[in-house]
């Protein structure tokens, strides 16, 4: 067993799945001790903040975890707008998942 996907790390459609796949070990533990415990409008945010506390007391750490918040947020809302646009067509869905990746 493995803690990370190397291929999920660098080809990952999404920031997220880059989280998920790097420490797959300290990851389902924040999923099931923090994620899966708070209200659902500070999870992803408080779950950061956690991790960014687990790494120790530097700024960068913070700035890291919150832009990685902000950011697993913002492509949230973005694929819940834009794929269905692109889904219909395989064609189409072939170009999301690349341009995803890129």
Known sequence: ????????????????????????????????????????????????????VWHGFFAGYYVTFGLGALMTQAGRKCRRFLRPLFIESPLWKSVYDIVGII
Request: proline share 4%; net charge positive.
């Open 1 to 52: 067993m493995s803690n990370v996907d190397v291929l999920q790390v660098e080809l990952p459609e999404n920031f997220r799945q880059v989280t998920t796949y790097w420490n797959k070990g300290t990851n389902r533990w924040l999923k099931s001790y923090v994620y899966d415990r708070t209200p659902t409008s500070s999870r992803v945010f408080l779950t950061y903040m956690t991790s960014a």
